[in-house]
Each structure stands twice: as C-alpha cells, then as structure tokens.
C-alpha cells in the first residue's frame, strides 16, 4: 500500500511480513548505527551529492535515515566552518557585518571606504561580477547583499540579511544597527560575532543529538476499555499489558525495547520520574511481570508511571519498538474519564511524545472526556492516529465508519482530511499473540477464517500507516527544525562569506598596488637620501667658503684700511691728545668690530640661506623640520681686542723719517746737514766730535746750543703739529702688527665660519634624520602591507573556499528541501 505520506509515485516496501527481502536488506544496512553521527553507511549518499541522489526510491524508514543522516553531517560540517570563522576572526580577520551600506564598510585595517572611493565600486562590482556562471545560490547571496537600502531609521537592514547570525544592536531608539555598530569598534563587533557563533554551535549540538535521537514516544490513549492494552499488546505480539474486561490500567506504562535496559526484559515502577535513573536502583522499584496486573490495576498512588522493558521478537523490518531506524516507546494511558483526563492531557503535551494514538470503541464512540482531549490534542500536534477498535462487534460496519468519521472531522479537521491514513477500523483480538514460552509467532493463523484474515490485514495496514505517521511526525519534529535551522545559518554563512570575501579581495588588491608603489617611492626616497644628502653637504660647503671669503676680505681691507677710519676725526689739541689717542684707538677698534658684525650679518644670512635650501629640499619628507634659531648665532663681545693694545707714549712720535721727508723741509734741512757731514767723515757723533773739536766748545756751545734748541723746538712744533698723523699711523700700525700677530683675521673668520656651520649641520642632521624615519617609515608601511596583503589573501581565499562549501550545502540542503516536500502532507 502506499501513502500519501510519502513520495507520491515511490515504492513503499514495509511491509510486515518476512516474505519482503529487499525491505529487509534495506533496513537492517541501516541498522542502530544508520543515524549514529559517526560512519554513514555505504548506501546514504555524501552530503555532497547532487539532485542525482533524488532519484532513490526511499522507503518511509529509510528516507527518514537518510534524510538524517545527511542532516546529522551537515550540522557536522556547519559547526566545523563555524568553529574556522571563531578561530578567523579572533586571529586572523575580524569578520564584518554586512550592515551593508558598501560605502561604509570597512577594511581589516580599520580603513572605511569613503563613498567616492573606488573600492565601493570595486566590492559592488565584485560581488556582482565574480564567480560565474551563477548559480542559485549565489544568485540569493547577491540579492540579499544588494537589497536595496532601508529607510536610514529602520534598523532592520542587517536582519534582511542575516536570519541567525544578526547581532541584536537595536538602541531601543530608533537608531539602526548600522549607526550603532559604527560606534563599536572592529574588536567588539568581532565578540559579539564570536558569541552569537557560539550560540550558533550550541543550537547545532541540540539540533544535532535531536536528529541523532533514534527514541519515539507514542502515547496511547482513548476511553475506558477501548482496547488499549489490547492494541498495544497486538502491536507488541506478545501479552505484556494486562487485559481485563472492568477498568484497569491505572498508571502510565511505557513499553520500551529490552536493549535500552542492557537487554534485560524488566519492569521498574516509578515514584519520580524526574528522578529516574536505569542505572540507580534507588529511584525506582523492580515489579515481576507477573505482579504487573496487580500493580497497574490497584489504583495505587505510590508510583506514577511503569516502564516495561520487553523484547520484540519479531524483526527489524516487523518490530515496532526497535525496528533499526526509530526506537519506539509505546505508552499506554489510563482509560480517559473525568479523574484522568487533565492528567493524560498534561502528558500528551510533553514535547518527547512524538505522536498520539487514540483508541476508541467502535461500540460506544467517542465519550465527552474523549472529545475534550482529542480537540485538546489536536491543537497540540495538528494530528491525530486514531484507532476504532473492537471493530468486530459491528454489524453495520458503513455506518460505523461514517458516523465515526463525522465526529472525527468535529474534533480534529486536519485528521479527518487525512483519515484514510490517520483513521484505522481494527479488530486488536484478531492479531495472534505469544503466549507462554511459545516463541514461534504466526503472522497469520493457520488457515484463518475470511473474516479473520482481513482484520489481521486492516491491523498491518494499521501498523504500516503508524510507522510512516511516526516517521513523518518525527522528522516533522525531529528533523525539520534542523533543516530550517541550517538553511537559514548556510545563507548566513554564505552572506558573510561573499561580503568578507569581497572586501578581502578589494583589500588585497589595495594592498599590492601600495606595496607596489611603496617599492617605487622607497627606491625614490634611498636615492633621494643619498642625492640630497650630496647636495645639502655643497651648499654647506659653499656656503662656508662664500662666508669665509666674504669676511677675511671685509677684515682684511678694514685692518689694511684702518687709518682712514679716523681721518675725520677733529683733533682736540695737546691738551687732550691723551684722550685724543685713546678716541683714536676705540674708533679704529670699533671700526674693525663693525666689519665683524657685518660679516657675522652676512654669514648669519647665508647660513638661513643655506638651511633654507637644505630644509626645502626635504620639504615632501613627512614630519615637522626642526626649527634652528639663528638669532644668538653671535654673540660674543668683539672688543676684546680693545683690551690687548693700548695707548703709549712712543705713539705720539713717528720715528719713521723715511716716510716722513715728503712732509717736511726742515726735518730734511736738519738732518740733510747732519747726514752730510757724517756721509764724509765717521758716523754722527763722531762728526758732532769733530765738529766740537773745530769749533771749539765754547763757541760751539754758542752757535751749537741755540741751533740744538731751535732745531729741537722745530722738532717739538712739529711733533706737536704731526701728532695726529703720527698718532694715527702709530697706532694704526700698532693694531695691524698686534692683529697679525694674533692672527685676528683667521681667527675671527674661523669663528665666524664655524658657528655658521653649525648651524647648518643642525640643518642637515635634521635632514638626514628625517630621510631616516621616512624610510624607517616607508619600511615600516611595506611590512604592515606585506602583512595585510597577506592575512587579505588568505582571508580572501578562506571566504571562498567557505562559500564553496556552504554552496554545496545549500544545494544538500535544497535536494532536501525536495525530498522534505515530497514527505509533506
Ligand atoms: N471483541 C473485541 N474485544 C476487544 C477488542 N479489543 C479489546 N477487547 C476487549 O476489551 C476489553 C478491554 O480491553 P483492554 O485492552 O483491557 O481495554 P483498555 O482500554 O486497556 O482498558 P483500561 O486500560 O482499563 O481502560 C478486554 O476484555 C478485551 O478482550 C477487540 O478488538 N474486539
């Protein structure tokens, strides 16, 4: 039979008779292990897999195995490339939001690419023209990353975008998250991604052990004496749950497989159930199997629920408690009535029971407590398996269906709409059962009456419809939350990694052509170094000889020239020549003093010259020039001079006739006369001797005495008349002698000089040291954008390798999605 649960078109193989090998072989590969998260079996297609798989004639068994299976390998592979976006973007890249307008995106460096910028463009254009030919997926990706740009309060653009990773950034203004993670630097937006991943990997363990959880609860239920532990007995082959015709099944009993109590056939009665543990015998009591009757049917309070660990003899394909995909528990509830019926509806609501099974009388139909808990019910879990046993006692049995069926629809629409699956009319005391120690349990009896053998079929068909239901109900339960789940985080995933990858790519491609033209402009800026370095040396050089030509020639012809600087200068007469000789010497000092400065000027003019050529030479270097101070450059008093050459009396008289005949006659007269006689005879005194002798002294003192005093009052007039002149060129003399001799011109142009170059060194210092940062710096840039070229490469390469990645899933995901519809109602 097939079912509408199932593929439309498929082949449907369970059937519950060993007469089905292929069922067999199909479900026993599966086996405990089909849904472990380890191995996949041989026959479950890689998560890789294309729509090929899609052809797979699934059995309703094995498409849920299948189904997770695949899941249970991508949540694998979801949190693993969870886990490598942690570790990215703690160490390597800080991953960003799409937040998305691209204009404010930022780079790994922190750089935000202004609106203008190329590089939005570039991301823009990247992200729509990259990777072809498009594929779906893509084709989403881009769609979400370009949908268009809310209105600027809206704070809702990064939630179109992202469906589980979006950071919750709302102010509780009306800011939008943009605006918000604006304020928050890289580092904390990388936390915040870093928790909500972690959250992320939380929700996939639960998702994951969900899937991988191969236990099912059915609660059965219905009124007092329905049947139910009859049906459960007929679902077990075997008499476990006590069967009386008055009321008595008083407690909850869970029927589960004897494996999950290490294969020990036992019954444990529980007080707390919370607190039950198979492995601790203190939370629980173990009650013999033939001691069940009294305890179930005493009424007792004392335990609130059984759990009845029995083996299902039959096999895989047959059980219905273990049957190699689904571990199911079946539990069977008190008959409903005004005492149990808040507390049956209490259970039936717990999440772990996958589905419902109502069992009603075809005798008595539905009773009030019934209806109430059915619609109560069926709000829960939508739908409903709903078994009208004892069907055999009805003679009229159309009419039974019908008037059945119309409560059906009263109490739970979506049941009756499916009623062909969901509503089975059976008789439980048609199927055989083992009884004692009788291991050999016939399907069917011997040769069964007509009668009998359709009832057992209607009860397979019963036991097929219910697997199925079971089945879709848990991957309803079970595994669609985990697609959903993974559907939405893959996009996520894929958004970031598109959008990361992008401006990776962008940054990288920055990043190279900087070190491209960092290689250029270092090359430019070592030869600038050794270029200009050369150059400001010249101009210091230069500089250095125009200062020290400049000042020994200002010095030299001042000192050469220095009598004249007096020539102007009033002689006061005899009675201050003491004074007059003093002025004369200050004057000349001062005039020597006065070309010092000047050339001081000059040089102080030609070093601000020359610094100003070296520091504009250097002017692209980056970093403030150092300022150099030239106005105490010279500041040394320069009359020391003054101190050293002093006035003396010998100045006043000029001994030096040779200079002096042009000047006067009678000097010349007077010392013609003397040069005269002594030129014939021997030298002056012995002339003037001779002279005594021929005269006579006495007349010599006569004639000799007065000329003696008029040639010495001539000479006194005279010294007397010359004395500015002589005074002049005496001291005049004196200061060229004393300066050469300390050699005052050198001297003073070496000071000069020096203090200039000084100042201009300070000029290059500065020049070179700035050429040193700036390629200190340069070097310093070309490694920081080596390192981002790099961490943008590799980053570049993750996302894409991610984005293949999860390009696969979402396809996995998709051929799903498919087989999922194709499961739905
Ligand atoms: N004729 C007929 N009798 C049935 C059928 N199923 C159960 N019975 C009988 O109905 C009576 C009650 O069966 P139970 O299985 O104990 O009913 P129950 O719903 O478990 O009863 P409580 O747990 O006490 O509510 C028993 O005498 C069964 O033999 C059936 O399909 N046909």
Request: charged share 30%; glycine share 2%; proline share 2%.
């Given at each position: 039979?097939s079912?509408?649960?199932?593929?439309?078109?498929?082949?449907?193989?369970?059937?519950?008779?060993s007469?089905?090998?292929?069922?067999?072989?199909?479900?026993?590969?599966?086996?405990?292990?089909?849904?472990?998260?380890t191995?996949?079996?041989?026959?479950?297609?890689?998560?890789?897999?294309?729509?090929?798989?899609?052809?797979?004639k699934?059995?309703?068994?094995?498409?849920?195995?299948?189904?997770?299976?695949?899941l249970?390998?991508?949540?694998r592979?979801?949190?693993?490339?969870?886990g490598?976006?942690?570790?990215?973007?703690?160490?390597?890249?800080?991953?960003q939001?799409?937040f998305?307008?691209?204009?404010?995106?930022?780079?790994s460096?922190?750089?935000?690419f202004?609106?203008?910028d190329n590089?939005?463009s570039?991301?823009?254009?990247?992200?729509?023209?990259?990777?072809?030919?498009?594929?779906?997926?893509?084709?989403?990706?881009?769609?979400k990353l370009h949908?268009?740009?809310?209105d600027?309060?809206?704070s809702?653009?990064?939630?179109?975008?992202?469906?589980?990773?979006?950071?919750?950034?709302?102010n509780?203004?009306?800011?939008?998250?943009?605006?918000?993670?604006e304020?928050l630097?890289?580092?904390?937006?990388?936390?915040?991604?870093?928790?909500r991943?972690v959250?992320?990997?939380k929700?996939i363990?639960?998702?994951?052990s969900?899937?991988?959880?191969?236990s099912?609860?059915?609660?059965?239920?219905?009124d007092?004496?329905?049947?139910k532990?009859?049906?459960?007995?007929?679902?077990?082959?075997?008499?476990?749950?006590?069967?009386?015709?008055?009321?008595?099944?008083?407690?909850?009993?869970?029927?589960?497989?004897v494996?999950?109590?290490?294969?020990?056939?036992e019954?444990?009665a529980?007080k707390?159930?919370?607190?039950y543990?198979?492995?601790?015998?203190?939370?629980?009591?173990?009650?013999?199997?033939?001691?069940?009757?009294?305890?179930?049917?005493s009424?007792?309070?004392?335990?609130?629920q059984?759990?009845?660990?029995?083996?299902?003899k039959?096999?895989?394909q047959q059980?219905?408690?273990h049957n190699?995909?689904?571990?199911?528990?079946?539990?069977?509830?008190?008959?409903?009535?005004?005492?149990?019926l808040?507390?049956?509806?209490?259970?039936?609501?717990?999440?772990?029971?996958?589905?419902?099974?109502?069992?009603?009388?075809?005798?008595?139909?539905?009773?009030l407590?019934?209806?109430?808990?059915?619609s109560n019910?069926?709000?829960?879990?939508?739908?409903?398996?709903?078994v009208?046993?004892?069907?055999?006692?009805?003679?009229?049995?159309?009419?039974?269906?019908?008037?059945?069926?119309e409560?059906?629809?009263?109490?739970?629409?979506?049941?009756?709409e499916?009623?062909k699956?969901?509503?089975?009319?059976?008789?439980?005391?048609?199927?055989?059962?083992?009884?004692g120690?009788?291991?050999?349990?016939?399907?069917?009896?011997?040769?069964p009456?007509?009668?009998?053998?359709?009832r057992?079929?209607?009860?397979?068909s019963?036991?097929?419809?219910?697997?199925?239901?079971?089945?879709k109900?848990?991957?309803?339960?079970?595994?669609?939350?985990?697609q959903?789940y993974?559907?939405?985080?893959v996009?996520?995933?894929g958004?970031?990694a598109?959008f990361n990858?992008?401006?990776?790519s962008i940054?990288?491609?920055?990043?190279?052509?900087?070190?491209?033209?960092?290689?250029?402009?270092?090359?430019?800026?070592?030869?600038?170094?050794k270029?200009?370095?050369?150059?400001a040396?010249?101009?210091?050089?230069?500089?250095?000889?125009?200062?020290?030509?400049f000042?020994?020639?200002?010095?030299?012809?001042?000192?050469?020239?220095?009598?004249?600087?007096?020539i102007?200068?009033?002689?006061?007469?005899?009675l201050y020549?003491?004074?007059f000789?003093?002025?004369?010497r200050?004057?000349?000092?001062?005039e020597?003093?006065?070309?010092v400065?000047l050339?001081?000027?000059?040089a102080?003019?030609e070093?601000?010259?020359?610094?100003?050529?070296?520091?504009?030479?250097g002017?692209?270097?980056?970093g403030n020039?150092?300022q150099?101070?030239?106005?105490?450059?010279?500041?040394?008093?320069?009359?020391?001079?003054?101190?050293?050459?002093?006035?003396s009396?010998?100045?006043?008289?000029?001994?030096n006739?040779?200079?002096?005949?042009?000047?006067?006659?009678?000097i010349?007269?007077?010392?013609?006369c003397?040069?005269i006689?002594?030129?014939?005879?021997?030298?002056a005194?012995?002339s003037?001797?001779?002279i005594?002798?021929f005269i006579?002294?006495?007349?010599?003192?006569k004639?000799?005495l007065p000329?003696?005093l008029?040639?010495?009052?001539?000479?006194?007039?005279?010294?007397?008349?010359?004395?500015?002149?002589?005074l002049?060129r005496?001291?005049?003399?004196?200061?060229q002698?004393?300066l050469?001799?300390?050699q005052?011109?050198d001297?003073?142009?070496?000071?000069?000089?020096?203090?200039?170059?000084?100042k201009?060194?300070?000029?290059?210092?500065?020049?070179?040291?700035?050429?040193?940062?700036a390629?200190?710096e340069e070097?310093?840039?070309?490694?920081?954008?080596?390192?981002?070229?790099?961490?943008?490469?590799e980053a570049?390469?993750?996302?894409?390798?991610?984005f293949?990645?999860?390009?696969?899933?979402?396809?996995?995901?998709d051929?799903?999605?498919h087989?999922?519809?194709?499961?739905?109602?």
């Open positions: 039979m079912s509408s649960f199932l593929p439309a078109g498929r082949n449907v193989q369970i059937k519950f008779n007469d089905n090998r292929n069922t067999d072989v199909l479900i026993n590969s599966l086996s405990d292990k089909a849904v472990s998260t191995t996949p079996p041989a026959i479950i297609p890689s998560t890789t897999e294309s729509h090929a798989s899609h052809s797979f699934f059995t309703g068994s094995h498409a849920f195995a299948h189904k997770s299976q695949k249970l390998s991508l949540l592979d979801t949190k693993s490339i969870l490598s976006y942690r570790e990215v973007n703690r160490e390597k890249w800080h991953i939001y799409p998305i307008r691209l204009n404010k995106a930022q780079t460096t922190g750089r935000i202004p609106k203008d590089n939005l570039s991301i823009s254009e990247r992200i729509t023209m990259r990777a072809e030919p498009l594929n779906k997926f893509r084709e989403q990706i881009r769609a949908a268009p740009e809310p600027m309060s809206s809702q653009e990064s939630i179109n975008k992202l469906n589980v990773l979006n950071l919750d950034l709302k509780g203004d009306r800011s939008s998250a943009e605006n918000v993670v304020k630097d890289k580092s904390s937006v990388a936390t915040l991604l870093d928790e991943i959250q992320s990997i929700r363990e639960n998702l994951s969900r899937v991988a959880d191969t099912s609860k059915v609660l059965v239920a219905g007092v004496n329905a049947g532990s009859t049906f459960v007995n007929a679902l077990l082959r075997r008499e476990i749950m006590p069967v009386d015709q008055q009321p008595c099944t008083t407690i909850f009993c869970e029927v589960l497989n494996q999950e109590n290490s294969n020990k056939e019954i444990h529980i707390n159930i919370e607190a543990n198979r492995e601790d015998k203190n939370t629980y009591t173990k009650i013999d199997f033939a001691n069940l009757f009294d305890t179930i049917s009424g007792t309070e004392e335990y609130t059984l759990k009845v660990y029995c083996k299902d039959r096999k895989a059980s219905l408690l190699g995909v689904v571990d199911i528990a079946l539990i069977d509830c008190p008959g409903l009535n005004r005492d149990t808040k507390t049956t509806a209490l259970f039936a609501r717990q999440e772990e029971i996958d589905v419902i099974v109502f069992v009603v009388s075809a005798e008595n139909h539905f009773t407590s019934a209806k109430e808990f059915l019910a069926s709000n829960e879990k939508a739908y409903l398996f709903i009208v046993n004892r069907f055999d006692n009805i003679r009229d049995k159309n009419k039974c269906k019908r008037n059945i069926l409560q059906i629809k009263e109490v739970s629409p979506r049941t009756h499916h009623s699956d969901l509503v089975h009319f059976v008789t439980s005391t048609a199927i055989p059962i083992e009884s120690n009788d291991e050999s349990i016939s399907e069917s009896p011997a040769s009456h007509t009668s009998d053998r359709q057992i079929e209607d009860f397979q019963l036991e097929e419809s219910l697997r199925n239901f079971i089945l109900k848990r991957s309803k339960s079970k595994l669609a939350p985990a959903y993974l559907e939405n985080l996009s996520d995933i958004v970031l598109e990858g992008s401006i990776a940054e990288a491609k920055t990043a190279l052509k900087e070190l491209q033209d960092g290689e250029r402009s270092f090359e430019r800026l070592c030869n600038d170094e270029c200009i370095g050369a150059k040396e010249k101009y210091v050089e230069e500089t250095c000889d125009l200062i020290v030509r000042t020994k020639q200002r010095l030299e012809h001042a000192i050469s020239e220095i009598d004249k600087s007096v102007n200068i009033k002689y006061p007469g005899l020549a003491w004074a000789a003093n002025d004369v200050d004057i000349m000092l001062d020597i003093s006065k070309e400065r050339s001081e000027e000059f102080k003019k070093t601000a010259l020359c610094i100003s050529k070296i520091q504009s030479s002017e692209n270097l980056e020039q150092r150099i101070k030239l106005d105490k450059m010279y500041k040394r008093d320069h009359n020391i001079i003054s101190n050293a050459i002093t006035v009396l010998s100045d006043f008289v000029d001994l006739f040779d200079k002096n005949v042009n000047d006067g006659l009678s010349i007269g007077f010392s013609g003397t040069l006689a002594v030129a014939t005879r021997l030298d005194f012995s003037l001797w001779k005594t002798n006579g002294f006495n007349n010599l003192r004639i000799a000329m003696i008029i040639a010495g009052g001539i000479s006194v007039a005279y010294i007397v008349s010359d004395l500015k002149r002589s002049t005496n001291l005049a003399r004196k200061i002698q004393q050469a001799q300390s005052y011109v001297t003073e142009t070496n000071r000069i000089v020096r203090q200039g170059r000084k201009m060194r300070l000029a290059t210092d500065d020049l070179r040291t700035r050429f040193r940062h390629v200190e070097e310093k840039k070309r490694i920081v954008t080596k390192s981002i070229l790099t961490k943008s490469e570049a390469r993750f996302f894409e390798e991610i293949s990645k999860v390009e696969s899933m979402a396809n996995t995901l051929t799903l999605g087989e999922w519809e194709d499961m739905d109602d």
